[in-house]
C-alpha cells in the first residue's frame, strides 16, 4: 500500500530536464505510465517533469490548488503526459460509531457533490470546445474540475471507509489521507473531438465495479463495523478501484490524455536495491524508498478486485434479464391489451347475435324457420372463433383465448348439425346428442376467464 501523503505541499526538486513535448495517450517508453516495462501505472523517473513526491523538478511545482505549475505562475501548460495522481494513506483503526453512521454523517458532502457534479459537466462542456481549439482546457476550468474530482474521490473514499477523516469542503489540496494531483497538459485535439466515444470501453469497466461494489457494499460495511477498520488486502482493492474511476473521470473532463486503463490491479513496484552478497544479521539493508503515488496490490487484493468485477459483470447480466424479461411482458401486455379490444368487439357481436337467434327461434312457426336461424347463428359463432384467434394473445391470456376459439368452432359445428334435422324429433334428439347448449355455455365462461386473467 502507499504511503500516506505528506500534509505539506512538496517542495520541487533540484535538477531535472524538461519532458519533451509529446501528443495525448503517446507511450514515452520507460517511465511512462503507459509503459508495460515498468509495470502500468508508475510515475516518470526523475528528470522528465515528476519528483518522486509527485511534483515537478526544477522546473515546476505544485500550486496551492494542488495543479502543477511553474513556481509562480500557478497552473503551467505541461509538454508531457500527465495523469491524474491519486494516493491513499494505508488502513487505520477507526471509529466504529463514525462507520455505523457512515452514510448518513456523508449526506452534506453527497449534496455537494451532486451539486458540484453538475457544475463541472457545464464548465467540461464549455471547456471541450476550449480544448478543441486550444488544444488544452482554460486554467480556470482545469482548476474547478480538479477540485471538484478532489472533493468526490475523498467523499467516496470517506463512505467506502477507506479513511475516517471527515472531508473537508474544500477544493484546494489541503491535507487528507486521500490526495488526489492533477498536471494542465496539452490535449490531441483529435482525442478531445471523439472524447465521448473513447471513453465507452473505460465506462463499461467502471460500470461493472461499480455494480459489484453495489452487490458488496452492505458486506464491506458490515467488516469495517465488527474490525473496526478494513483489512489491508480489501483496503487495497478499494482504492485500486476508486483510483481507477477518477483516473477515469480525469480523461473524461479532459484534465488528462493519459487513458485510464492501467493501474486497476495495482502498480508493479521495482524490487528493492540491496548490496551484492549476503547481509550481516546486524545491518539494515538498503531499499528504494517507496512512492506515494503508487499503490502495489497483494495477490489476495488483486483477488478482491477480480471478484469485484466478475460479481458487477454477473449483476448487470442477472438486471439484464430481469429487464428483458419486464420489457417482454410489458410489450406482450400491450399486445394483449391491444387483441382483448378485438375480442370484445367479436364477442358483442356474438352476444348480440345470440340474442336475436333466441327470440327468432320462439318466433318461428315451422322447422325450417328454426334451421335457418341455427344455420345463421352457425355462421356468427365461425366469425367468433376466427376473431379471437387472429387477434394473437400470447401467454395465458393466448391460451384462454384459443379455448374460446376451440368452444366457439365446437358449438358452430353442433349447430351445423342442427340446421340438417328434417323433422322435430330429429331436432330434438340432435339438440341432446350434441349437447349444443353446454357448448354455448362454455363460450361465456372461456370469455369471463379470459377477461379475469387480462386483469380487466
Known sequence: MSQPPDPTLPTPDAGGDAPPAETEGESTGPGHPNDSSQ???????????????????????????????????????????????????????????TIAFRLLLAIPHLIIVYALGIAAGAVAFIGWFAA??????PEWAHTFITGVVRWQVRVYAYNFFLTDAYPPFSL???????????????????????????????????????????????????IALVAGRLPASLHEALAAILRFQFRFSGYAYMLTGVYPWWGLFGDAVA????APGPAPDDVVTPTAPADRWQLPLS???????????ALGLAAIVTLGVVAGTAAANSASTLSNAA?????????????????????????????????????KEATTLQTLASSVRS????????????????????????????ATATTVSQYQSDVARTGVEQKLNSIDSDYRKLVRDMGV
Open 339 to 375: 387483441a382483448l379490444v378485438t375480442v370484445e368487439q367479436a364477442y358483442s357481436q356474438a352476444t348480440s347475435s345470440t340474442r336475436a337467434f333466441s327470440q327468432a327461434v320462439q318466433a318461428c312457426g315451422e322447422l325450417s324457420c328454426v334451421t335457418a336461424q341455427v344455420q
Open 172 to 222: 484546494e489540496d489541503e491535507p487528507y489521507p486521500v490526495r488526489l494531483v492533477t498536471a494542465r497538459a496539452r490535449l490531441n485535439r483529435a482525442a478531445v473531438f471523439f472524447r465521448l466515444i473513447l471513453i465507452i470501453p473505460a465506462s463499461f469497466v467502471i460500470g461493472v465495479a461499480f455494480y459489484g461494489l453495489g452487490v458488496l457494499a452492505f458486506f464491506f460495511w458490515l
Open 271 to 274: 524490487a528493492p536495491v540491496t
Open 299 to 309: 495477490g489476495a487484493a488483486k483477488g478482491i478486485v477480480s471478484g469485484i468485477l
Open 39 to 97: 509495470g502500468g501505472g508508475t510515475l516518470p523517473p526523475s528528470g522528465s517533469g515528476f519528483d518522486q513526491a509527485g511534483g515537478f523538478d526544477q522546473a515546476g511545482g505544485f500550486d496551492q490548488a494542488g495543479t502543477f505549475g511553474a513556481p509562480g505562475t500557478g497552473a503551467a501548460l505541461f509538454d508531457g503526459p500527465a495523469p491524474v495522481l491519486v494516493s491513499f494513506a494505508p488502513p487505520a483503526k477507526q471509529n466504529r460509531l
Open 391 to 418: 387477434a394473437g394473445m400470447i401467454g395465458q391470456p393466448g391460451a384462454d383465448a384459443s379455448k374460446l376459439a376451440s368452444d366457439a368452432t365446437s358449438a358452430a359445428q353442433a349447430l351445423d348439425q342442427l
Open 132 to 137: 478543441l481549439f486550444a488544444g488544452s482546457l
